[in-house]
Protein backbone atom coordinates (compact mmCIF):
# COMPACT_ATOMS: atom_id res chain seq x y z
CA UNK A 1 0.00 0.00 0.00
CA UNK A 2 1.29 3.76 -0.71
CA UNK A 3 -1.27 5.39 0.88
CA UNK A 4 -5.16 6.60 1.75
CA UNK A 5 -7.48 8.76 -0.25
CA UNK A 6 -8.13 11.82 1.82
CA UNK A 7 -10.45 15.04 1.34
CA UNK A 8 -12.94 14.92 -1.71
CA UNK A 9 -12.49 12.23 -4.02
CA UNK A 10 -13.64 13.10 -7.55
CA UNK A 11 -14.25 10.96 -11.13
CA UNK A 12 -10.86 11.71 -12.62
CA UNK A 13 -8.49 13.15 -9.74
CA UNK A 14 -8.19 11.80 -5.74
CA UNK A 15 -5.89 13.37 -3.08
CA UNK A 16 -3.98 11.25 -0.85
CA UNK A 17 -1.72 11.45 2.18
CA UNK A 18 1.10 8.73 2.20
CA UNK A 19 3.89 7.88 4.44
CA UNK A 20 6.39 6.55 1.69
CA UNK A 21 7.91 8.48 -0.79
CA UNK A 22 6.35 7.22 -3.92
CA UNK A 23 7.40 8.52 -7.59
CA UNK A 24 5.31 10.62 -9.80
CA UNK A 25 4.46 9.24 -13.27
CA UNK A 26 4.35 5.97 -10.72
CA UNK A 27 1.06 3.83 -11.55
CA UNK A 28 -1.19 2.86 -8.87
CA UNK A 29 -4.45 0.88 -8.28
CA UNK A 30 -7.69 1.86 -6.16
CA UNK A 31 -10.20 -1.13 -5.67
CA UNK A 32 -13.76 -0.19 -4.32
CA UNK A 33 -17.54 -1.10 -5.69
CA UNK A 34 -15.86 -4.69 -6.55
CA UNK A 35 -13.88 -2.25 -9.52
CA UNK A 36 -9.96 -2.15 -9.97
CA UNK A 37 -9.48 1.60 -11.11
CA UNK A 38 -6.16 2.74 -12.61
CA UNK A 39 -4.33 5.92 -11.52
CA UNK A 40 -1.00 7.55 -11.87
CA UNK A 41 0.38 9.89 -9.26
CA UNK A 42 0.74 13.28 -10.80
CA UNK A 43 1.73 15.51 -8.20
CA UNK A 44 4.03 15.14 -4.52
CA UNK A 45 4.66 17.34 -1.87
CA UNK A 46 6.29 16.11 1.79
CA UNK A 47 5.35 18.75 4.63
CA UNK A 48 5.09 18.61 8.19
CA UNK A 49 2.49 19.58 10.68
CA UNK A 50 5.13 21.07 13.15
CA UNK A 51 7.63 22.86 10.97
CA UNK A 52 5.17 24.84 9.61
CA UNK A 53 5.65 28.54 7.63
CA UNK A 54 5.46 30.57 11.04
CA UNK A 55 8.61 29.21 12.16
CA UNK A 56 11.84 32.11 11.60
CA UNK A 57 14.42 30.68 13.59
CA UNK A 58 16.69 28.08 11.88
CA UNK A 59 17.65 27.25 15.67
CA UNK A 60 14.19 26.72 16.46
CA UNK A 61 13.71 24.37 13.46
CA UNK A 62 16.72 22.03 14.62
CA UNK A 63 15.36 21.74 18.38
CA UNK A 64 11.76 21.02 16.97
CA UNK A 65 13.01 18.09 14.97
CA UNK A 66 14.97 16.52 17.43
CA UNK A 67 12.20 16.17 19.51
CA UNK A 68 9.58 15.30 16.75
CA UNK A 69 12.25 13.15 14.58
CA UNK A 70 11.27 12.62 11.07
CA UNK A 71 8.12 13.52 11.87
CA UNK A 72 6.52 14.48 8.32
CA UNK A 73 3.49 13.54 5.41
CA UNK A 74 3.30 13.20 1.82
CA UNK A 75 0.33 14.35 -0.07
CA UNK A 76 -0.54 13.70 -3.93
CA UNK A 77 -2.52 13.48 -6.36
CA UNK A 78 -3.73 10.90 -8.49
CA UNK A 79 -5.05 11.19 -12.05
CA UNK A 80 -7.87 8.42 -12.60
CA UNK A 81 -7.29 6.38 -16.15
CA UNK A 82 -10.26 4.02 -15.68
CA UNK A 83 -11.22 0.41 -14.87
CA UNK A 84 -9.18 -2.00 -15.37
CA UNK A 85 -11.54 -4.40 -16.68
CA UNK A 86 -13.91 -2.04 -18.43
CA UNK A 87 -11.58 -0.65 -21.64
CA UNK A 88 -10.33 1.65 -19.14
CA UNK A 89 -13.53 3.21 -18.66
CA UNK A 90 -13.67 6.28 -16.28
CA UNK A 91 -15.64 4.76 -13.39
CA UNK A 92 -19.04 6.49 -12.27
CA UNK A 93 -18.77 6.96 -9.06
CA UNK A 94 -15.63 8.20 -6.92
CA UNK A 95 -13.81 6.47 -4.25
CA UNK A 96 -14.79 6.62 -1.34
CA UNK A 97 -12.48 8.53 0.98
CA UNK A 98 -9.78 6.44 3.31
CA UNK A 99 -9.33 4.02 0.10
CA UNK A 100 -6.18 2.16 -0.41
CA UNK A 101 -4.14 3.65 -2.78
CA UNK A 102 -1.59 0.84 -4.08
CA UNK A 103 1.31 0.50 -6.32
CA UNK A 104 0.04 -1.24 -9.91
CA UNK A 105 1.24 -4.83 -10.15
CA UNK A 106 3.94 -5.07 -13.18
CA UNK A 107 1.13 -7.85 -14.78
CA UNK A 108 -1.06 -5.70 -14.98
CA UNK A 109 0.87 -2.92 -16.85
CA UNK A 110 2.40 -4.97 -18.96
CA UNK A 111 -1.34 -6.40 -19.84
CA UNK A 112 -1.99 -2.66 -21.04
CA UNK A 113 1.51 -1.98 -22.70
CA UNK A 114 1.24 -5.34 -24.55
CA UNK A 115 -0.42 -3.67 -27.77
CA UNK A 116 -1.29 -5.66 -31.29
CA UNK A 117 0.43 -4.22 -33.89
CA UNK A 118 2.56 -2.14 -31.84
CA UNK A 119 6.09 -0.49 -31.89
CA UNK A 120 8.42 -0.73 -28.92
CA UNK A 121 9.77 3.20 -27.52
CA UNK A 122 11.54 2.19 -24.63
CA UNK A 123 10.53 1.34 -21.03
CA UNK A 124 8.28 2.83 -17.86
CA UNK A 125 10.86 5.46 -15.99
CA UNK A 126 10.01 3.84 -13.06
CA UNK A 127 9.78 0.12 -13.88
CA UNK A 128 12.10 -0.76 -15.70
CA UNK A 129 10.49 -4.24 -16.51
CA UNK A 130 7.25 -3.16 -17.89
CA UNK A 131 7.72 -1.99 -22.09
CA UNK A 132 5.75 0.31 -23.27
CA UNK A 133 4.72 -0.06 -27.06
CA UNK A 134 2.88 2.41 -28.94
CA UNK A 135 0.25 1.54 -31.42
CA UNK A 136 1.59 2.54 -35.10
CA UNK A 137 -1.79 2.61 -36.85
CA UNK A 138 -3.08 5.73 -34.43
CA UNK A 139 0.59 6.88 -34.61
CA UNK A 140 0.76 7.15 -38.60
CA UNK A 141 -2.94 8.12 -39.02
CA UNK A 142 -3.89 10.51 -36.13
CA UNK A 143 0.00 12.42 -36.18
CA UNK A 144 2.58 12.57 -34.37
CA UNK A 145 4.69 15.05 -32.38
CA UNK A 146 7.96 14.88 -30.95
CA UNK A 147 9.09 18.37 -28.49
CA UNK A 148 12.14 18.67 -26.71
CA UNK A 149 14.39 21.16 -25.90
CA UNK A 150 17.58 20.47 -28.04
CA UNK A 151 19.86 17.60 -27.04
CA UNK A 152 16.69 16.12 -24.97
CA UNK A 153 16.95 13.27 -27.67
CA UNK A 154 14.37 13.92 -30.13
CA UNK A 155 16.42 12.45 -32.93
CA UNK A 156 17.36 9.46 -30.66
CA UNK A 157 12.99 9.27 -30.52
CA UNK A 158 13.12 9.41 -34.43
CA UNK A 159 15.24 6.66 -35.16
CA UNK A 160 13.70 4.31 -32.66
CA UNK A 161 10.41 4.94 -34.38
CA UNK A 162 11.91 4.49 -37.67
CA UNK A 163 13.68 1.25 -37.10
CA UNK A 164 10.13 0.05 -35.11
CA UNK A 165 8.52 1.01 -38.88
CA UNK A 166 10.91 -0.49 -40.92
CA UNK A 167 10.69 -3.78 -38.91
CA UNK A 168 7.07 -3.80 -40.34
CA UNK A 169 8.04 -3.12 -43.82
CA UNK A 170 6.75 0.12 -43.17
CA UNK A 171 7.42 3.67 -45.79
CA UNK A 172 8.73 7.04 -43.83
CA UNK A 173 10.03 10.19 -45.65
CA UNK A 174 12.22 11.84 -43.17
CA UNK A 175 12.64 15.80 -44.63
CA UNK A 176 16.00 15.74 -42.98
CA UNK A 177 17.46 19.26 -42.21
CA UNK A 178 20.90 18.58 -41.46
CA UNK A 179 21.73 15.61 -42.90
CA UNK A 180 21.54 13.44 -39.88
CA UNK A 181 20.03 10.59 -41.36
CA UNK A 182 21.94 10.02 -44.92
CA UNK A 183 24.60 8.02 -43.60
CA UNK A 184 22.53 6.57 -40.51
CA UNK A 185 22.12 2.77 -40.10
CA UNK A 186 19.13 1.02 -39.10
CA UNK A 187 18.99 -2.84 -38.08
CA UNK A 188 15.66 -3.50 -39.85
CA UNK A 189 16.19 -1.70 -43.03
CA UNK A 190 17.89 0.31 -45.72
CA UNK A 191 18.01 4.33 -45.93
CA UNK A 192 17.48 5.60 -48.97
CA UNK A 193 18.93 9.20 -49.50
CA UNK A 194 16.85 11.53 -52.18
CA UNK A 195 18.38 13.99 -53.65
CA UNK A 196 16.64 17.67 -53.26
CA UNK A 197 16.11 17.81 -56.98
CA UNK A 198 12.88 18.61 -58.93
CA UNK A 199 11.92 18.50 -62.07
CA UNK A 200 10.12 21.78 -62.99
CA UNK A 201 7.74 20.30 -65.31
CA UNK A 202 6.49 18.39 -62.54
CA UNK A 203 5.62 22.25 -60.75
CA UNK A 204 2.16 23.78 -60.98
CA UNK A 205 1.99 27.20 -62.16
CA UNK A 206 1.48 28.68 -58.37
CA UNK A 207 4.04 26.84 -57.27
CA UNK A 208 7.02 27.90 -60.04
CA UNK A 209 5.25 31.59 -59.98
CA UNK A 210 6.06 31.68 -56.56
CA UNK A 211 9.24 30.79 -57.20
CA UNK A 212 9.46 33.79 -59.50
CA UNK A 213 8.58 36.13 -57.26
CA UNK A 214 5.03 37.14 -59.00
CA UNK A 215 3.57 38.85 -56.27
CA UNK A 216 0.83 41.07 -56.52
CA UNK A 217 1.55 41.94 -60.61
CA UNK A 218 -1.71 41.04 -62.55
CA UNK A 219 0.07 42.16 -66.44
CA UNK A 220 3.01 40.29 -65.39
CA UNK A 221 1.44 37.16 -64.40
CA UNK A 222 -0.92 37.24 -67.56
CA UNK A 223 2.05 37.48 -69.56
CA UNK A 224 3.67 34.34 -67.52
CA UNK A 225 0.48 32.51 -67.31
CA UNK A 226 0.29 32.23 -71.08
CA UNK A 227 4.20 31.05 -71.47
CA UNK A 228 3.20 28.30 -68.98
CA UNK A 229 0.33 26.69 -70.70
CA UNK A 230 1.99 27.46 -73.99
CA UNK A 231 5.16 25.30 -72.46
CA UNK A 232 2.70 22.51 -70.97
CA UNK A 233 1.10 22.24 -73.81
CA UNK A 234 4.15 21.78 -75.69
CA UNK A 235 5.97 19.52 -74.17
CA UNK A 236 2.30 17.19 -73.29
CA UNK A 237 2.17 17.02 -77.65
CA UNK A 238 5.80 16.07 -77.74
CA UNK A 239 6.57 19.22 -79.95
CA UNK A 240 8.89 21.38 -77.39
CA UNK A 241 11.91 22.58 -78.97
CA UNK A 242 13.74 22.42 -75.53
CA UNK A 243 13.58 19.75 -72.78
CA UNK A 244 14.43 22.06 -70.08
CA UNK A 245 11.07 23.48 -69.32
CA UNK A 246 12.69 26.99 -67.86
CA UNK A 247 14.57 27.45 -71.24
CA UNK A 248 11.08 26.86 -72.85
CA UNK A 249 9.25 29.65 -70.82
CA UNK A 250 11.71 31.98 -71.45
CA UNK A 251 11.50 30.89 -75.35
CA UNK A 252 8.02 31.74 -75.47
CA UNK A 253 8.13 35.06 -73.84
CA UNK A 254 10.96 35.97 -76.23
CA UNK A 255 8.24 35.44 -78.94
CA UNK A 256 5.69 37.50 -77.02
CA UNK A 257 8.11 40.18 -77.09
CA UNK A 258 8.99 40.33 -80.42
CA UNK A 259 5.34 40.27 -80.97
CA UNK A 260 4.62 43.09 -78.55
CA UNK A 261 2.89 45.73 -79.91
CA UNK A 262 4.53 48.95 -77.81
CA UNK A 263 7.12 49.59 -75.05
CA UNK A 264 4.63 49.34 -72.18
CA UNK A 265 4.04 45.92 -72.83
CA UNK A 266 7.57 44.78 -74.15
CA UNK A 267 8.67 46.18 -70.62
CA UNK A 268 6.11 44.09 -69.09
CA UNK A 269 7.72 41.07 -70.46
CA UNK A 270 11.04 42.09 -70.42
CA UNK A 271 9.84 42.08 -66.49
CA UNK A 272 8.75 38.58 -66.73
CA UNK A 273 11.69 37.83 -68.38
CA UNK A 274 14.09 38.88 -65.54
CA UNK A 275 12.23 37.07 -62.91
CA UNK A 276 12.69 33.94 -64.49
CA UNK A 277 16.56 34.55 -65.16
CA UNK A 278 16.57 35.48 -61.45
CA UNK A 279 14.78 32.25 -60.80
CA UNK A 280 17.14 29.78 -62.80
CA UNK A 281 20.05 31.52 -60.87
CA UNK A 282 18.48 31.31 -57.12
CA UNK A 283 17.21 27.75 -57.72
CA UNK A 284 20.48 26.53 -59.97
CA UNK A 285 20.51 23.18 -57.62
CA UNK A 286 16.51 22.44 -57.07
CA UNK A 287 15.58 22.81 -60.71
CA UNK A 288 17.04 19.71 -63.54
CA UNK A 289 14.97 19.15 -66.26
CA UNK A 290 16.36 15.40 -66.77
CA UNK A 291 15.28 14.67 -63.19
CA UNK A 292 12.73 11.90 -62.52
CA UNK A 293 9.77 12.28 -60.95
CA UNK A 294 10.83 12.78 -57.16
CA UNK A 295 7.61 10.96 -55.77
CA UNK A 296 8.68 7.74 -57.52
CA UNK A 297 11.80 7.47 -55.34
CA UNK A 298 9.66 6.95 -52.19
CA UNK A 299 10.47 3.32 -51.85
CA UNK A 300 8.33 0.93 -49.48
CA UNK A 301 10.29 -0.99 -46.62
CA UNK A 302 13.17 1.70 -46.81
CA UNK A 303 14.16 4.89 -44.45
CA UNK A 304 13.58 7.24 -47.42
CA UNK A 305 15.65 10.39 -46.70
CA UNK A 306 15.31 13.88 -48.47
CA UNK A 307 18.93 15.13 -48.00
CA UNK A 308 18.29 18.90 -46.95
CA UNK A 309 21.15 19.78 -45.35
CA UNK A 310 22.86 21.90 -48.83
CA UNK A 311 20.10 23.55 -49.47
CA UNK A 312 18.97 27.01 -48.22
CA UNK A 313 15.62 26.73 -46.15
CA UNK A 314 14.00 28.72 -49.20
CA UNK A 315 14.59 25.68 -51.41
CA UNK A 316 13.55 23.37 -48.86
CA UNK A 317 10.50 24.90 -48.47
CA UNK A 318 9.85 24.34 -51.92
CA UNK A 319 10.53 21.07 -52.04
CA UNK A 320 8.29 20.04 -48.37
CA UNK A 321 5.62 22.04 -50.34
CA UNK A 322 5.73 20.39 -53.41
CA UNK A 323 6.29 16.93 -52.13
CA UNK A 324 3.83 17.26 -50.03
CA UNK A 325 1.01 18.55 -52.33
CA UNK A 326 1.97 15.96 -54.89
CA UNK A 327 1.72 12.96 -52.45
CA UNK A 328 -2.06 14.11 -50.98
CA UNK A 329 -3.08 14.53 -55.07
CA UNK A 330 -1.53 11.28 -55.91
CA UNK A 331 -2.70 9.55 -52.72
CA UNK A 332 -6.39 10.77 -53.66
CA UNK A 333 -5.83 9.60 -56.74
CA UNK A 334 -5.22 5.89 -55.72
CA UNK A 335 -7.60 5.65 -52.71
CA UNK A 336 -10.09 7.30 -55.11
CA UNK A 337 -9.53 6.08 -58.22
CA UNK A 338 -7.38 3.11 -57.70
CA UNK A 339 -4.70 4.55 -60.34
CA UNK A 340 -1.83 1.95 -60.31
CA UNK A 341 0.48 4.93 -61.47
CA UNK A 342 -0.23 6.77 -58.38
CA UNK A 343 1.58 6.20 -54.62
CA UNK A 344 -0.27 3.33 -53.55
CA UNK A 345 1.04 2.80 -50.08
CA UNK A 346 0.59 5.29 -46.92
CA UNK A 347 3.56 7.54 -46.19
CA UNK A 348 4.90 8.78 -42.54
CA UNK A 349 6.21 12.25 -43.22
CA UNK A 350 8.86 12.89 -40.83
CA UNK A 351 9.59 16.91 -39.98
CA UNK A 352 12.13 17.78 -38.28
CA UNK A 353 12.62 21.49 -37.79
CA UNK A 354 8.73 21.44 -38.03
CA UNK A 355 9.31 25.33 -36.44
CA UNK A 356 10.75 26.50 -39.68
CA UNK A 357 8.94 24.63 -42.04
CA UNK A 358 5.65 25.17 -40.22
CA UNK A 359 6.42 28.49 -38.44
CA UNK A 360 4.05 30.58 -36.48
CA UNK A 361 4.95 34.00 -37.88
CA UNK A 362 5.48 33.18 -41.71
CA UNK A 363 3.34 31.19 -44.27
CA UNK A 364 5.34 29.34 -46.26
CA UNK A 365 4.29 27.68 -49.00
CA UNK A 366 5.63 24.30 -46.73
CA UNK A 367 3.67 25.53 -43.94
CA UNK A 368 0.10 25.59 -46.34
CA UNK A 369 0.79 22.01 -47.21
CA UNK A 370 2.05 20.37 -43.57
CA UNK A 371 -1.06 21.96 -42.71
CA UNK A 372 -3.31 20.53 -45.44
CA UNK A 373 -1.95 16.69 -44.84
CA UNK A 374 -2.14 16.99 -40.83
CA UNK A 375 -6.28 18.28 -41.48
CA UNK A 376 -6.70 15.51 -44.73
CA UNK A 377 -4.06 13.55 -44.43
CA UNK A 378 -5.55 10.92 -42.20
CA UNK A 379 -8.23 9.57 -44.79
CA UNK A 380 -5.64 8.60 -47.26
CA UNK A 381 -3.01 7.09 -45.75
CA UNK A 382 -0.62 9.95 -44.77
CA UNK A 383 0.60 10.58 -41.42
CA UNK A 384 3.05 13.85 -40.14
CA UNK A 385 5.69 13.52 -37.37
CA UNK A 386 6.58 17.36 -36.09
CA UNK A 387 9.93 17.39 -34.55
CA UNK A 388 10.68 20.93 -33.24
CA UNK A 389 12.99 22.28 -30.45
CA UNK A 390 11.54 25.31 -30.16
CA UNK A 391 7.53 24.40 -29.97
CA UNK A 392 6.24 27.98 -29.37
CA UNK A 393 7.62 28.55 -32.74
CA UNK A 394 5.69 26.30 -34.28
CA UNK A 395 2.32 26.77 -36.20
CA UNK A 396 -0.33 26.45 -33.22
CA UNK A 397 -3.08 25.03 -35.61
CA UNK A 398 -0.68 22.36 -36.89
CA UNK A 399 0.43 21.38 -34.24
CA UNK A 400 -2.87 20.75 -32.53
CA UNK A 401 -3.68 18.43 -35.30
CA UNK A 402 -1.24 16.11 -33.94
CA UNK A 403 -3.63 13.59 -31.69
CA UNK A 404 0.15 12.30 -30.03
CA UNK A 405 2.77 14.19 -28.38
CA UNK A 406 6.06 12.73 -26.81
CA UNK A 407 7.73 15.73 -25.18
CA UNK A 408 11.17 15.19 -23.76
CA UNK A 409 12.67 17.42 -21.59
CA UNK A 410 10.98 20.91 -21.87
CA UNK A 411 12.08 23.64 -19.47
CA UNK A 412 10.73 27.16 -21.20
CA UNK A 413 7.38 28.31 -19.38
CA UNK A 414 6.46 29.74 -23.11
CA UNK A 415 6.86 26.50 -24.59
CA UNK A 416 5.09 24.77 -22.28
CA UNK A 417 2.30 26.29 -22.51
CA UNK A 418 2.20 26.72 -26.24
CA UNK A 419 2.37 22.47 -25.93
CA UNK A 420 -0.29 22.29 -23.49
CA UNK A 421 -2.64 24.77 -25.40
CA UNK A 422 -2.15 22.12 -28.34
CA UNK A 423 -2.98 18.66 -26.58
CA UNK A 424 -6.00 18.42 -24.18
CA UNK A 425 -4.41 15.52 -22.51
CA UNK A 426 -1.55 17.38 -20.66
CA UNK A 427 -2.35 18.89 -17.44
CA UNK A 428 -0.84 21.18 -15.49
CA UNK A 429 0.52 18.56 -13.09
CA UNK A 430 2.05 16.74 -16.14
CA UNK A 431 3.78 19.89 -17.54
CA UNK A 432 5.23 20.47 -14.09
CA UNK A 433 7.08 17.17 -14.93
CA UNK A 434 8.73 18.14 -18.16
CA UNK A 435 11.85 20.42 -16.92
CA UNK A 436 12.48 17.27 -14.38
CA UNK A 437 13.31 14.38 -16.88
CA UNK A 438 16.24 13.06 -17.81
CA UNK A 439 17.96 12.82 -21.32
CA UNK A 440 15.95 10.35 -23.14
CA UNK A 441 12.85 10.20 -20.89
CA UNK A 442 9.91 11.46 -22.06
CA UNK A 443 6.02 11.97 -21.28
CA UNK A 444 4.00 10.00 -23.72
CA UNK A 445 0.64 10.91 -24.80
CA UNK A 446 -2.44 10.23 -26.88
CA UNK A 447 -4.11 7.99 -28.91
CA UNK A 448 -1.72 5.50 -29.50
CA UNK A 449 -1.13 5.21 -26.18
CA UNK A 450 -3.83 3.47 -23.77
CA UNK A 451 -3.20 5.72 -20.91
CA UNK A 452 -0.41 9.21 -20.51
CA UNK A 453 2.84 7.52 -19.89
CA UNK A 454 6.29 8.28 -18.35
CA UNK A 455 9.16 6.50 -20.80
CA UNK A 456 12.58 6.19 -20.64
CA UNK A 457 13.13 5.91 -24.76
CA UNK A 458 15.66 3.00 -25.77
CA UNK A 459 18.77 4.18 -26.51
CA UNK A 460 19.26 3.82 -30.60
CA UNK A 461 22.01 1.25 -31.00
CA UNK A 462 22.73 1.68 -35.05
CA UNK A 463 24.83 4.89 -36.44
CA UNK A 464 23.62 8.25 -36.57
CA UNK A 465 24.82 12.16 -36.45
CA UNK A 466 23.76 14.90 -34.78
CA UNK A 467 24.72 13.51 -31.33
CA UNK A 468 26.81 15.86 -29.27
CA UNK A 469 30.28 16.47 -30.33
CA UNK A 470 33.43 15.76 -28.43
CA UNK A 471 34.26 19.87 -28.27
CA UNK A 472 37.83 19.45 -26.46
CA UNK A 473 39.03 16.50 -28.15
CA UNK A 474 38.41 18.30 -31.65
CA UNK A 475 39.91 21.20 -30.35
CA UNK A 476 43.44 19.22 -29.42
CA UNK A 477 43.11 17.18 -32.52
CA UNK A 478 43.01 20.02 -35.14
CA UNK A 479 46.09 22.06 -32.62
CA UNK A 480 47.86 18.68 -33.14
CA UNK A 481 47.63 18.27 -37.30
CA UNK A 482 48.11 22.10 -37.47
CA UNK A 483 51.35 21.82 -35.93
CA UNK A 484 52.32 19.02 -37.95
CA UNK A 485 51.38 20.73 -41.13
CA UNK A 486 53.42 23.61 -40.03
CA UNK A 487 56.38 21.09 -39.42
CA UNK A 488 55.99 19.82 -42.86
CA UNK A 489 55.94 22.93 -44.36
CA UNK A 490 58.90 23.99 -42.70
CA UNK A 491 60.41 21.00 -43.76
CA UNK A 492 59.90 21.77 -47.31
CA UNK A 493 61.28 25.32 -46.94
CA UNK A 494 64.35 23.90 -46.11
CA UNK A 495 64.50 21.28 -48.74
CA UNK A 496 64.07 24.02 -50.89
CA UNK A 497 66.85 26.45 -49.34
CA UNK A 498 69.36 23.28 -49.05
N1 LIG B 1 17.01 7.50 -24.94
C1 LIG B 1 18.31 7.81 -24.85
N2 LIG B 1 19.15 7.02 -24.17
C2 LIG B 1 20.45 7.33 -24.08
N3 LIG B 1 21.03 8.41 -24.64
C3 LIG B 1 20.26 9.25 -25.33
C4 LIG B 1 18.85 9.00 -25.48
N4 LIG B 1 18.32 9.99 -26.21
C5 LIG B 1 19.35 10.81 -26.53
N5 LIG B 1 20.51 10.39 -26.00
C6 LIG B 1 21.82 11.03 -26.17
O1 LIG B 1 21.67 12.44 -26.12
C7 LIG B 1 22.31 13.08 -27.19
C8 LIG B 1 21.38 14.04 -27.91
O2 LIG B 1 20.29 13.33 -28.46
P1 LIG B 1 19.53 13.78 -29.78
O3 LIG B 1 20.48 14.11 -30.87
O4 LIG B 1 18.51 12.76 -30.05
O5 LIG B 1 18.85 15.14 -29.26
P2 LIG B 1 17.91 16.13 -30.07
O6 LIG B 1 16.81 16.47 -29.13
O7 LIG B 1 17.56 15.59 -31.37
O8 LIG B 1 18.85 17.40 -30.22
P3 LIG B 1 18.74 18.59 -31.32
O9 LIG B 1 17.75 19.56 -30.76
O10 LIG B 1 20.12 19.15 -31.31
O11 LIG B 1 18.33 18.01 -32.60
C9 LIG B 1 22.81 11.99 -28.11
O12 LIG B 1 24.21 12.04 -28.16
C10 LIG B 1 22.35 10.68 -27.54
O13 LIG B 1 23.41 9.78 -27.43
MG1 LIG C 1 17.86 16.31 -33.37
Known sequence: MIGRCIGETSLTQISFISKEMPQVGEYVILEYNQKVILGMIESLVRGSVSLNNEIYNPDTVAKIRQIEGDDYYIKGTVKILGDINDNLRIPRTPAPPGTEIKKAPANILKDIFD????????????????????????????HLAILAMTGAGKSNTVSVIIDGLLAQNGCMLIFDMHSEYVDAEFTNGDVNVIKPIINPRNMDFTEIKKLANLKNAPIQERYFRKAFFEANEKVKQGVAESNDFI????????????????????????????????????????????????????????????????????????????????????RKDYVKNHNEDALSYPVFFIVEEAHILAPKNRNPNSKHWITRVAREGRKFGMGLCLVSQSPKSVDEETLSQANNMIILRLVEPKDQRHVQAASESLSEDLVAQLPSLNIGEALVLGLMTKIPTLVKIDEFKGRQRGGDLDILNQWKTTKKSQKKRAKRDRKEIMDLIS
Open 115 to 142: IENSLKLGTLINQSDVEVGIDINKMVSR
Open 247 to 330: ELLQINLEVMYDEGENAAEKNKIMDVLNKIEDLKIKYDKLLNTSAGDILKEIKLGKANVLDLGQVDENTAEVLVAHILRRSLRS
